[in-house]
């Protein structure tokens, strides 16, 4: 092999990137990886479980993306398409690069990859580009939509989008005004039905329903389900605190059967100054029926959150479990090991839009 | 054992697995060396993921004399070493060590089991435990009569206990039978988890998904289209210091009894109709029973057996196996195994499974071969000098576990050349998450008490009964043919399959 060619698959398996042609993105990727195949020197798989089509609307937002699918590959190979949507640029201009994403997989050195294609539309342009990354989808492959902004502010580049997705993943705590947005974001859920929309926001809050469950597996703590009266939920400060407090209230209302007005009148919010955001904004819910009271607290000083059941008769120990990371990587990995339907979220968005009604008014 | 998200509503769409309610486990044999290489490492590793709940226990139990510290101290030593999280986190580990305790005690005498009892006791007052306990059976097979008796007899055995058993479970039917009635006599058939690391093992249960969630294969999966089944399990070690152990086991009863045979009955059986732990096992089973019995007469025509001579592995001179430590010189035991099956139902008649397994192999590599038939040669046979190849979809255990297709492809260019393609699917490519121990998952669904991977007492005797021909029949065989080592086998293990028209293939 000539060593110039050698160079270009070699720079790309590093993760170089190099600027290419939009309507010659398929040509070069397709030529990279034979020159991959053909290589003696360079040990390389190409995998591809999905199409990941992350959607930005600033350099930072799209720095942040690269960043984690960087992470997000070495378990969930892919075929990463990385938008940059800035409709405000004074010029219209559609630019393309690509790179790839390598990690050495189990034994043998050899190099698993998956590659990323980036594309930077400004002014007009932005128009152009669900058209551009339509043909970039790899066949027979699920397609996830990844929202770093409030895709509600693109309303048109959202619906093409979503007419190929199979996945919107979306993250509420980003977004500047969400509470006033949940009544357009259900109705955006409800018209783009053949998509999954997964809220990164919620995916947070998998911890403290998990610590929330969790106290109530064993017969005794089972059988005081029913007679639950009222739940305290106090948060603190972060970019989203407030709303995860308002969903986890709606998540409870939903699974104990509580009306609107009953959730309404049956839980309290209060917000708390605390500056660490470890525990996703929420540091206390107290949950209580006639004769017992479960707690699930954010450990002070601590990353942990524990449980403590006050009800006679009740069994078992306090159970104490360290925060799991919140990053966007691994809520991305984590709803990505999962793949799920998540029903239970739109019910829980519908009861937590009269919470926040009722909140503001 | 309740299904506690039925009745706790906010169970409904948790991603992640849920804790096992609070347990003791006891181990028995706890000094040895499965406690420390295996066991604790996977229960680790079910703490660190948040699998185990707050009151879990574990009491060792044993022969020597230790301290309690002394105990945790070496079994911190041994998560250290075996963990796959790296390092270890402190808080899990002393929040796991917390409820650690060591018995000294003698599996026969009462008054240790007492001791044993009112530990219990302790730890369910304590702990939460309720009464679930597991006993983990991590002795030599020799002992397991008498900790079985010893725990009935001190009122060990209530419902909500469960017992897990190492194989070898007997070493011929009869052995089988009467370890079964031993267990049974004191637990029931529902509390005894017989263990084969084989089926934890993530491959081994893909073999269901790949046939019954993909709808290409299992219109296929049958004698219509399929030539024939080869399975094989090669090592490239020899006995090394188990010599003394091996001998008495041999190849059949240390790998085709039990592992390959279940490979065997996964591959083989019917779909479920759920997942359910006793569905999955009678299904299992039929197969089991369906497969042809070989007469005492006609041994030879069904297996071949060897035994590896010194030879070089990896450009280094290795012993032979006569030369190996506790191994007699006179020995005739086998260190290789290959046997036709016939398994005499609508779906596989006529289709024979070729099993083949042995020690100082030129590789490692386990995996199950599905050879189907040749399409008609009407086509292509002009154009092909040679004769079109099978299509073979082949399961791959081990190393690089994953699942590979071979099917005809035209070479580019004017003429028509057919050559044989491999598309590969390999799970270390496709998915970068590394797998759990098999111990941890075989832990876990033993804590939670589902037994869908876990061997039932027919099972085992069903396998036994197939095996017991063979073994008798080579009793009274002249010596395994030698092999040397480094090869894939003697010689007549060659013939026996070319002799059906058929090879071995090279894994």
């Known amino acids: ?361 | 054992m309740e299904n506690i998200t039925a009745t706790n509503p906010f169970r409904e769409g948790l991603t992640t697995r849920r804790v096992a309610e609070p347990c003791a486990l006891v181990i028995f044999g706890a000094t040895g060396d499965l406690t420390g290489r295996k066991l604790l490492p996977a229960i680790y590793n079910l703490a660190h993921e948040g699998l185990l709940p707050a009151g879990f226990a574990i009491i060792g139990f044993a022969r020597r004399a230790k301290s309690t510290e002394q105990f945790r101290a070496e079994l911190r030593e041994a998560v250290v070493a075996g963990s796959r999280f790296q390092p270890i986190n402190e808080a899990v580990w002393n929040a796991l060590a917390q409820g650690i305790y060591y018995l000294p005690g003698d599996y026969k005498n009462p008054a240790d089991f007492a001791t044993l009892d009112q530990l219990l006791q302790v730890v369910d007052r304590e702990r939460g435990t309720a009464g679930n306990r597991l006993f983990y059976m991590a002795t030599p097979p020799g002992q397991f009569a008498e900790i079985i008796s010893s725990l009935g007899a001190a009122g060990l055995n209530r419902p909500t206990s469960r017992l897990v058993i190492e194989k070898p479970f007997g070493r011929s039917l009869e052995t089988a039978r009467e370890l079964n009635r031993s267990l049974t006599q004191v637990f029931a058939e529902s509390q005894i988890y017989r263990i084969d690391h084989y089926l934890g093992k993530e491959t081994v249960q893909n073999i269901l998904v790949l046939r019954f969630a993909n709808e290409i294969f299992e219109h296929l999966w049958n004698q219509k289209y399929v030539d024939h089944v080869q399975m094989t399990v090669a090592e490239t070690l020899g006995v090394e210091a188990r010599g003394g152990y091996y001998d008495q086991s041999g190849a059949l009863r240390d790998m085709v009894q039990n592992h390959m045979m279940q490979l065997l009955a996964l591959v083989a059986m019917e779909p479920p109709t759920s997942l359910e732990a006793e569905v999955i096992r009678d299904e299992k089973v039929k197969v089991l029973r369906a497969i042809r019995p070989i007469p005492l007469e006609q041994v030879s025509q069904f297996a071949v057996r060897g035994q590896y001579m010194r030879g070089s592995q990896a450009g280094k001179l290795v012993p032979g196996y006569l030369e190996e430590k506790d191994v007699p010189a006179s020995s005739r035991t086998e260190t290789f195994v290959a046997m036709k099956l016939f398994i005499d139902n609508w779906r596989w008649a006529g289709v024979p499974f070729y099993l083949r397994h042995g020690k100082r192999l030129p590789k490692r590599a386990a995996e199950i071969a599905i050879q189907f038939k040749s399409p008609p040669a009407v086509l292509f046979a002009a154009e092909c000098a040679a004769p079109l190849e099978t299509n073979v979809l082949v399961i791959r255990l081990q190393p690089d576990e994953g699942i590979s297709i071979r099917m005809n492809a035209k070479v580019p260019g004017n003429a028509v050349n057919i050559q044989p393609v491999k598309m590969e699917f390999r799970y270390g490519g496709s998915f970068g998450a590394r797998s759990p121990d098999a111990y941890e998952r075989l832990l876990y669904d033993a804590i939670t008490a589902d037994s869908t991977l876990f061997i039932r007492g027919d099972e085992a005797e069903r396998s036994w009964q197939i095996m017991d021909s063979l073994l008798t029949g080579w009793q009274t065989a002249p010596k395994p043919f030698d092999y040397e080592a480094g090869t894939w086998g003697p010689a007549e293990a060659e013939a026996f399959i070319t002799q059906d028209g058929r090879q071995w293939r090279r894994p």
């Open chain 1, 1 to 361: 092999m000539a060593p110039t060619v050698t160079n270009s698959l070699e720079s790309f398996a590093a993760g170089a990137e190099t600027a290419v042609d939009v309507a010659q993105i398929e040509r070069q990727l397709a030529e990279l990886w034979q020159l991959a195949a053909e290589s003696d020197t360079a040990a390389v798989t190409r995998a591809c479980l999905f199409n990941l089509v992350a959607i930005c609307d600033t350099e930072a937002a799209r720095d942040r993306a690269t960043e984690t699918i960087r992470i997000v590959t070495s378990r969930h190979p892919c075929r990463a398409i990385v938008l940059l949507a800035q409709p405000a640029a004074t010029t219209d201009e559609l630019a393309a690069s690509i790179t790839a994403h390598c990690h050495l997989a189990g034994g043998g050195g050899k190099q698993v990859c998956c590659e990323q294609i980036s594309i930077h539309a400004t002014g007009r342009s932005v128009a152009q580009l669900a058209g551009a990354v339509l043909p970039l989808l790899e066949s027979d492959l699920p397609t996830i939509n990844w929202w770093l902004g409030d895709f509600l502010e693109t309303p048109l580049l959202f619906r093409r989008l979503c007419g190929v997705a199979d996945r919107v993943f979306f993250d509420t705590s980003t977004w500047p005004a969400a509470p006033a947005r949940l009544v357009q974001l259900a109705a955006a859920m409800n018209e783009q039905r053949q998509c999954v929309f997964c809220d990164l926001s919620w995916t947070r809050l998998e911890f403290w329903r998990r610590m929330t469950a969790e106290m109530f597996d064993p017969p005794e703590c089972a059988a005081e389900v029913s007679r639950l009266q009222s739940a305290e939920i106090i948060y603190g400060d972060g970019p989203g605190a407030q709303l995860r407090a308002w969903l986890y209230g709606g998540w409870l209302a939903t699974q104990l059967g509580w009306s609107a007005p009953d959730a309404v009148a049956r839980l309290t919010f209060e917000q708390r100054e605390e500056p660490d955001t470890s525990g996703c904004g929420i540091t206390m819910v107290t949950i209580r029926s006639a004769a017992a009271q479960f707690i699930v607290r954010k450990n002070y000083g601590e990353q942990v959150a524990s449980t403590v059941v006050h009800m006679p008769d009740a069994c078992g120990l306090p159970r104490k479990r360290a925060f799991w990371p919140t990053d966007d990587a691994a809520l991305l990995s984590q709803e990505l090991d999962a793949m799920r339907r998540d029903s239970l979220y739109a019910r829980v968005l519908a009861l937590t839009v009269e919470l926040t009604a009722a909140a503001r008014s």
